[in-house]
């Protein structure tokens, strides 16, 4: 597990959008597996930058979004297939045939389908890299508090805590959807490589119960501690409840004298 910590929220996406970049300039077909949330959207701006500049080709990566809401028709301005569209897939060149996004608009067979988007990512390689956000409840995807920790994708009941946090987005008077489809926390583990960003305040308590606590299905992030390779980037209001944090420190600089390709 590798922590770098960095000042604010645009260093955040600076290093992320980084790592990212060598990844796909590394291996120009690599399978991709994408987040939603706030915390994404400056990333998602500084990937597309990179692409208009003319540095970063995306024509032969293949993405796959950890989640969707259920019962919301794609053209949904909250689907996370309208947020995809908006922040990303609209303005570089991922060939729609290779994005992969749950379809929330599914009914009957759940299990069905979720067990065909499985396949699916297996059938592309299985996921090179993957990205998360976090919840304040320390949920990874839409996998809830007690989410079990070899979950596949499904179907998740939303929990309070997420109802109170996401109902925001929606317009008043509209209800917002109550569950949602979710690549599982095993899903997520066979990823080859994970890069979790975390900024704000509302998120150190999650960050530090998923890094520094018990893994437990009560943090549903704790379970990246058996993930082999795990890089976190928080800024210093996400990690401020961390109690390692000269560690952390020193451990990055000492990558960056050794293995500097981890951090770029
Ligand atoms: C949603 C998504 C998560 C995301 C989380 C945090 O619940 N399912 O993948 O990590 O929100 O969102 P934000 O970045 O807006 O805090």
Do not use: W
Not at 61 to 67: A, I, K, P, Q, S
Not at 220 to 249: C, I, K
């Amino acid at each position: 597990m590798l922590l770098i910590l960095k000042r604010d929220n645009e260093e955040v996406n600076k290093q992320a959008a980084q790592l990212i970049a060598s990844a796909i300039k590394k291996k120009p077909s690599l399978t991709l597996g994408l987040a939603t949330g706030n915390t994404m959207v400056g990333l998602y701006q500084h990937l597309v930058r990179l692409h208009q500049a003319g540095s970063l080709d995306f024509s032969k990566v293949v993405t796959f979004n950890l989640d969707e809401y259920l019962g919301l028709s794609a053209s949904h301005p909250q689907s996370f297939r309208h947020f995809m569209h908006e922040h990303f897939f609209g303005h570089v060149n991922v060939p729609p045939h290779s994005i992969h996004i749950p379809d929330g608009s599914i009914r009957g067979d759940y299990d069905q389908y979720c067990a065909s988007y499985e396949q699916s990512i297996r059938a592309a390689g299985g996921i090179d890299l993957q990205l998360l956000g976090i919840g304040r409840n320390g949920h990874i995807g839409f996998n809830e508090p007690t989410s079990s920790l070899a979950s596949r994708t499904r179907l998740k009941v939303l929990s309070r805590e997420t109802l109170d946090d996401n109902g925001k987005s929606f317009g008043p008077g509209e209800e917002s959807p109550r569950c949602a489809i979710t690549m599982g926390i095993g899903t997520i583990l066979e990823a080859r490589k994970i890069l979790l960003l975390a900024t704000g305040a509302s998120k150190a308590a999650a960050a530090a119960k998923s890094i520094e606590g018990p893994i437990t299905c009560a943090v549903s992030a704790s379970a990246l501690q058996l993930h082999p390779d795990v890089t976190f980037v928080l800024d210093e209001p996400a990690a401020s409840q961390l109690t390692q944090r000269d560690y952390y420190n020193r451990v990055v600089e000492m990558t960056a004298r050794l293995t500097p390709d981890r951090l770029s």
